[in-house]
């Protein structure tokens, strides 16, 4: 398919544009692509709470079914994305205290997979070794490093979102976010410099 | 300095946090041609990357999620637009309410022939009324007020602005892709360069390969008009059979509508203005925007430029469900350019009145709106 202007619009912009097109026009297409957008990235967000896919997948339905719900108030809804990511946050951590009884949840314990490094293999810029050591680095991280640079890089959320997420400070945020940089940079910079 | 500085200004640059001083500190801080440089710019370029959808996943999840909202009693119902799903050419699932509307025809039909045919012929003509039943017309329709998108059956999509029609129940499988449009639509037609795809409208057709444009067919705009964003199209106007006109991307033909000269000819006694009835035009790029004025809609935006407000007026009767009438002849004249997006019609209404000078006033009544 031809590439047109609108596949490159901002996430943001777009997120927003569907969640007035649900409101106003219970458009149910707007629907369909807002779950196309934030299905994958919840469920993984879910998965590093509640351990097992299914149950994630199960989670995520059916917060998206009371966006559906309520959609009347979407629009009053500052920021659809976080709140999301809220909700499918606290129904997770909800469902494992109900599976392990009182056991309390810490972000530092949440795992969570990356999408593994895709490289258009058109505008191939690493050597596999370079990416590899680079996917270790990511692989090594602790938990709540990896989790802040996932939410960043994948999900294009802004500092002050993956604070309110996380119930971290932002300045933590740039902090970790600045060191796993710099871990990644230092891997490459290795790799270069056997090479030479 | 702190050493690790560095990385802070480079994790902001790359999350979109960094102010304009942090991008320059930055930039100042890094040499070219070092290896940091060198290291940046592909931590940059792994950063941008992003995993393409699985949609085959997501397709099959989305209709899971679907079927337990239909469990639930709430599923979403698209009545208003009567959305067809394609899963592929051989499958199809059809919305319940398209059903109901077949059976109740059916039904419909049945009745008639009960009371109009005699007995003898009547297990003939049910058997046509259930043949007919089947033949589903594939035309899918906006409301004033509400735009769509959705595949054909061939993939290619389709955008379907307010108060419009597409008829699209000659694409199948023996290769013929024609669909006929009133109203306006924006498609991106998947390419086969074996099965050209038509677009008929009342006063012309459109032929491509493969391409994305759109086409603006009301029958009571003053103009039709077809701009070509990618690749190439041929124009057919019915009213000139002798000439076919060639559009390269980023141009628009524009042809005078007829239909609409008429009825101004009628309504207002005036001989119409000589202008050429069909002509090429640039289509025009919003500032700092790389999408066409032309196919804002698209993205829910109201743009126009030079527009006359009785024009903009019948976009606004659309885009609003409303229907907008002019007291004072004088205003309708004006020549205005802007862009909407989220506003409401009092502040769109009010933003024109401020440009003019509050030359004129309004009332709404309902879905009434008088301009005086």
Do not use: C
């Not at chain 2, 297990?123 to 039943?133: I, L």
């Not at chain 2, 802007?338 to 209404?349: H, I, M």
């Amino acid at each position: 398919m031809t590439e047109i202007a609108l596949q490159t619009i901002h996430p943001y912009k777009k997120i927003q544009d569907l969640q007035r097109r649900i409101a106003v026009y219970d458009d149910e297409a707007a629907y369909k692509e807002l779950f196309f957008i934030l299905f994958h990235s919840l469920t993984k967000f879910s998965t590093g709470i509640v351990q097992t896919k299914e149950t994630a997948e199960e989670i995520v339905s059916d917060v998206f079914i009371s966006i559906w719900n309520d959609r009347t108030r979407l629009q009053e809804i500052e920021d659809l994305q976080l709140y999301l990511f809220i909700a499918v946050k606290n129904n997770s951590i909800r469902k494992l205290k109900q599976q392990n009884k009182t056991r309390t949840v810490s972000i530092d314990e949440l795992s969570v997979e990356m999408d593994s490094a895709y490289q258009d293999p058109e505008a191939r810029v690493l050597s596999s070794e370079s990416l590899h050591n680079i996917e270790q680095v990511i692989e090594n991280l602790p938990h709540r490093a990896k989790l802040i640079f996932k939410l960043a890089k994948e999900d294009k959320m802004r500092y002050k979102e993956i604070a309110a997420l996380l119930n971290i400070s932002v300045k933590t945020v740039d902090h970790q976010l600045a060191i796993t940089l710099k871990k990644m940079a230092l891997a490459l910079g290795a790799t270069f410099r056997r090479k030479k | 300095m702190n050493r690790d500085k560095i990385w802070h200004l480079f994790a902001r640059k790359l999350s979109g946090e960094s102010s304009r001083d942090e991008l320059q500190e930055l930039q100042s801080l890094v040499e070219e041609d070092s290896p940091l440089k060198y290291e940046m710019d592909a931590i940059t370029q792994l950063w941008e990357q992003q995993h393409p959808q699985d949609t085959e996943y997501l397709e099959a999840t989305y209709h899971l999620h679907y079927e337990k909202m239909k469990k639930l009693g709430v599923a979403p119902v698209s009545a208003d637009n009567e959305v067809v799903y394609f899963q592929d050419d051989k499958r199809r699932t059809i919305k319940k309410s398209r059903l109901i509307a077949a059976v109740v025809l059916a039904g419909l039909i049945v009745t008639a022939a009960f009371v109009f045919l005699k007995p003898g012929k009547l297990p003939a003509k049910v058997e046509a009324a259930e043949q007919q039943a089947q033949i589903i017309p594939n035309e899918i329709k906006t409301k004033r007020g509400s735009n769509t998108q959705f595949k054909l059956p061939d993939g290619s999509t389709v955008w379907l602005n307010a108060d419009s029609k597409l008829n699209y129940s000659k694409i199948n499988a023996t290769g013929v892709r024609e669909v006929y449009l009133t109203g306006e639509a924006f498609f991106d037609v998947v390419r086969n360069p074996e099965r050209p795809f038509i677009i008929h409208t009342e006063s012309i057709d459109i032929k491509v390969l493969g391409t994305t444009f759109n086409v603006k067919a009301y029958p009571d705009d003053k103009t039709i008009e077809t701009s070509l964003i990618h690749g190439s199209v041929e124009v057919m106007v019915k009213s000139r059979p002798h000439e076919k006109y060639l559009l390269k991307p980023n141009q628009k033909l524009v042809l005078m509508n007829e239909q609409y000269a008429e009825k101004r000819e009628k309504d207002q006694r005036v001989m119409p203005v000589n202008i050429p009835i069909v002509f090429v035009k640039q289509i025009n790029y919003l500032q700092g925007d790389t999408a066409a004025r032309e196919t804002s809609w698209v993205r829910n935006k109201l743009s126009f430029e030079d527009e006359p407000f009785a024009e903009l007026a019948k976009r606004l009767e659309r885009w609003y469900d409303v229907s907008i009438e002019f007291k004072n002849k004088e205003i309708e004249e004006i020549e205005l350019s802007g862009s909407f997006e989220q506003e409401t019609l009092t502040q769109v209404l009010e933003a024109v009145r401020f440009i003019n000078n509050y030359k004129f006033k309004y009332k709404i009544e309902g879905k009434q709106v008088v301009i005086f």
